[in-house]
């Protein structure tokens, strides 16, 4: 056991780091560096130079795409992405169906959709909650009933993340509702264009559109779109979900946020003395930093369990409770950080403005970050459902 | 980066854990604790020369098998499985640390006693007005010709008792506090002029009392390296209970769900509880929390002298805290049986309790940690 990077490993590190100063769009660097808000094309300008890299999709297998990086070149690499701060890919097509389709799905839709996921052709969104079915998922009662070569798709999805960009969608429908409620699921592959989808939006308390409802209206999907046997869709959506605790620590970067907080805390002053000086604050972000680091070596932990050939189980779980407390904690401090200047609300000044910055432009952001981080103990399987999944999955009980 | 571990690290895991499995029961355990000297020297004996455990962290030219911290980190965590009472954190991690670190004849002479199982060492480090400032130091030793004369008092030595030697920390020059001038020393446990107060200790052990009274020691005595030697000891041993820590933290917790699963009220089994299933997954999540840090801190040991110490504190700072809601809530869990002498779980949370001051408590840990990291 060591933590030492080999000749080979520091080598790739600086080919990852001058691959990013060379490559990372212009454009993009300027929005995020304004604060201003990324559309559909900035976030695919950053995959689509990933993409023509053969870099988008380090955990994928090698025959799909993927990189065949060591853990420690992918350790590296989100250590250093998240250092350059270039933005997160959206995990939707990458890090959820794209695992679900090279592991459950027929030869004709691994050739069909895999590509297209890898080239960002395609932009997928996830129906999984439903107004009805939130921690209770398998409750939901979106119906698929067959009609020909077709399943006909009735009902109502809602916190579908970026929908309104969307190509296409993976849901979980119900096909039977004679069976135990897991047992009557399906996992379909739908496009977002046919007939009968109405996507509205949501407006979350930062102001921003990011999540919406999605209709669904007798929507024509081929039976040929259904991932793995019907009636065996939970199989996938558990799959999915323990694939996405993983990355949904989000460690490298809260270390990046942690770096940034003490920066700025270095140098706000408070007095004669910098706000890192005051001993009450300086102890909430050494706690902070403390459990960062905890939850590093845990993701370090369950990553080397992975390489050995352990499939991320339950215990990804322990990942998502932490790493979401930890994102929401640094969002408090920075907002704790930003004393009066928390208040103003840019939004309000419709687009186009020049006038501000009004205050520093850390403090911008802070208080809508806040609000909008609140989601991370409630999506992805709410908290309280990973300590149901750990006392059960992992305590037996 | 590689976090596997070696196949011979795992043979050591596995001799210890039967070993421990056979001959540390809780009710073997409560009996050696219940004899006159408060342990099993057989234990120790079978441990070093029948097992040839004792080698596992030394080099190859000590008569060891080439390990070092990971080693220790496999058999703190074992002996935390059962909450052993063997002075190996204090002879093996404290004594055969320093000697390594130091080197030299003491060093070659000692080493392959220690693996033998006839050295058994005390590390007194602790003074009455120091709390956790290892260089509040009171007492002297005085150069005397070629050696050196000991004058003080060190207080809850661990192990003492057993002692045959005591790893002492003295001050050769300076004023109290002060870094420069604090010197360890390894002292012959029977030295005429020393004194001791024995007593046990609330987690099982026994400890005393040491006093110094003129004692007159060779200047080969000498493991030179001062303040930072003795840092880098105490940050060796605080990785090491963290590693106890470990096995410590999954015992209570298995021991808890397997408690809500025999006891019933209101007609069911009480881990179908809700309320309790959820602490006892953030249990989980500590534990594991606590498993990363002992990770972490015996993979940094060998950072440079600052940034070591700055992870040391981290990894200390966060399990006292961690295993404290443990306990805790493995007592409350329990209910009143948690809080009697008849059930093992109330042994843990002692042992538990004792590992989160040990070294540094928590605001010790934290202040070192911000002291080291946040120059603003």
Known sequence: MNLDFSAEDLAFRDEVRAFIAESYPASLRGKQDEGDELAKEDFLSWHQVLAKKGWVAPAWPVEYGGTGWSSTQRYIWSEETARADCIRLMPFGLAMVGPVIYTFGTPEQKAHFLPRILSGEDWWCQGYSEPGAGSDLASLRTKAVRDGDDYLVTGQKTWTTMAQHADWGFFLVRTDNDVKMQEGISFLLIDMKSPGIEVRPIITLGGEHEVNEVWLDNVRVPISNRVYEENKGWTCAKFLLAHERVGIAGVASSKRGVEKLKAVAMTEMEGDRSLLANPFFRRKVAELEIDLAALEYTELRTLAGMAAGKNPGPESSVLKIKGSEIQQRLTELTLEMAGHYGAPYFRGFGEGDNEHPIGQEWANRAAPTYFNARKTTIYGGSNEIQRNVIAKMVLGL | ?376
Not at chain 2, 15 to 44: H, V
Not at chain 2, 129 to 137: C, E, T, W
Not at chain 2, 232 to 246: G, K, N, P
């Open chain 2, 1 to 376: 980066m590689d976090l596997s571990t070696t196949e011979t690290q795992g043979m050591l895991r596995d001799t210890l854990s039967r070993f421990l499995a056979d001959t540390y029961t809780f009710d073997a355990r409560q009996k050696m604790i219940a004899s006159p000297e408060g342990r099993d020297p057989g234990i120790w004996r079978a441990l070093s020369s029948e097992l040839g455990l004792t080698c596992a962290p030394f080099s190859e030219e000590l008569g060891g098998m080439g390990g070092g911290a990971i080693e220790n980190q496999i058999m703190m965590e074992e002996f935390g499985k059962v909450i052993a009472i063997e002075p190996w954190l204090q002879t093996v991690v404290a004594g055969g640390g320093a000697l390594v670190a130091a080197g030299g004849p003491l060093a070659e002479a000692t080493i392959p006693a220690i693996i033998a199982g006839d050295c058994v060492i005390a590390f007194a480090y602790a003074e009455p007005q120091g709390r956790y400032n290892l260089a509040d130091i009171g007492t002297t030793a005085k150069k005397d010709g070629a050696g050196y004369v000991l004058n003080g008092h060190k207080g809850v030595v661990y192990a003492a008792p057993w002692a045959t030697h005591l790893l002492v920390t003295a001050r050769t020059g300076g004023g109290r506090r002060e870094r420069d001038g604090v010197e360890l020393f390894l002292v012959d446990a029977k030295a005429k002029g020393i004194s001791r107060r024995d007593y046990p200790t609330v987690d099982g052990f026994r400890a005393s009392e040491v006093y110094f009274e003129n004692v007159a020691i060779p200047g080969e005595a000498l493991l030179s390296g001062g303040i930072d030697l003795i840092e880098r000891v105490a940050d060796e041993c605080t990785v090491a209970v963290c590693a106890e820590a470990t096995g410590i933290s999954r015992a209570m917790l298995a021991q808890t769900v397997e408690y809500t699963g025999q006891r019933k009220q209101f007609g069911v089994p009480i881990g179908k509880f809700q309320v309790l299933q959820h602490r006892m997954a953030d249990m989980l999540v500590e534990a594991e929390q606590i498993a990363s840090m002992a990770l972490m801190g015996t993979l940094r040991l060998d950072a440079e002298k600052d940034a070591r110490k700055a992870a040391v504190s981290m990894v200390k700072a966060k399990v006292a805290k961690s295993i404290r809601f443990i306990g805790q809530s493995a007592v409350q869990t329990h209910g009143g049986i948690g809080i009697t002498m008849e059930l093992a779980i109330g042994h843990y949370f002692k042992r538990a309790t004792m590992i989160e001051g040990q070294f540094g408590s928590a605001d010790h840990h934290l202040e070192r940690f911000e002291a080291l990291t946040y120059t603003a």
